[in-house]
């Protein structure tokens, strides 16, 4: 069965290093996205993602991040500056053309 | 704006059914959605209902909705100790960006012999 793979699934980091967090989504899907979920907190969206353009982005996708489909299988988020408040859980999300949202196993991201 | 809030815990026996509730606020929601997350694991998807059906039903899984009080229930039947797990309800509506699913914070369900 097809599934979204993410890479690394743990990521540490020193405040203010540039990090990037590697999507893999499935294949025939059109529609990507960022969710984070901070320990013990929510699952909050951060950015979505189609036709090669963001179509919607939260209060929380700032300046300091970006994302990227450089070569048409890969989904990438990056942050620029990490802070210690960027340390969570961060999964990526595709869906085609039904409703069905499929979710990877997250890259856990701690910054120090 | 858009919320959606469950109740944190849920402790039932083995063999029991197990109803998971959650209520939004989002009246323009269009798909309602339940996932599952085990330990260390990503968001696994259960089931999800659109919003002119009352009822979704999928081998043990039974969805409910009432969208006159806004209210999302998920019926576990026959629960199992592999069921132990965090289950969050989400909207996908129009208001808040039809692109984007709003979670609640998840209902930790702990299945005991």
């Known amino acids: 069965e097809p599934e979204v793979t993410q890479t690394p699934s743990h990521q540490v980091t020193q405040m203010g290093q540039e990090v990037i967090l590697r999507c893999v989504p499935i294949s025939n899907h059109l529609y990507f996205y960022w969710y984070r979920q901070i320990l013990g907190q929510k699952v909050e969206f951060l950015v979505s993602?189609?036709?090669?353009?963001?179509?919607?982005k939260s209060e929380i996708f700032d300046d300091q991040f970006s994302v990227e489909r450089p070569d048409g299988s890969n989904f990438t988020l990056k942050i620029r500056s990490t802070k210690l408040e960027d340390s969570a859980m961060y999964f990526c999300?595709?869906?085609?053309?039904?409703?069905?949202?499929?979710f990877g196993p997250g890259t856990r991201l701690t910054v120090l | 704006g858009e919320d959606v809030e469950q109740s944190l815990f849920l402790s039932v026996r083995e063999g029991d059914s197990s109803v998971i509730n959650c209520t939004y606020t989002d009246s323009s929601s269009t798909y309602l959605y339940w996932y599952k997350q085990e330990p260390g694991a990503g968001l696994q998807l259960l089931t999800y209902?659109?919003?002119?059906?009352d009822m979704k039903q999928d081998q043990r899984l039974t969805v409910l909705l009432n969208k006159k009080d806004k209210h999302l229930s998920l019926r576990i039947a026959d629960t199992q100790t592999g069921d132990s797990a965090i289950y969050f309800c989400a909207e996908r509506s129009f208001s808040g960006g039809y692109n984007k699913l709003i979670f609640g914070a998840g209902t930790r369900l702990a299945v005991h012999p």
């Open positions: 209902i659109f919003s002119n059906m």
């Open positions: 999300a595709s869906r085609g053309t039904d409703n069905e949202q499929f």
């Open positions: 993602f189609y036709n090669n353009e963001i179509s919607e």
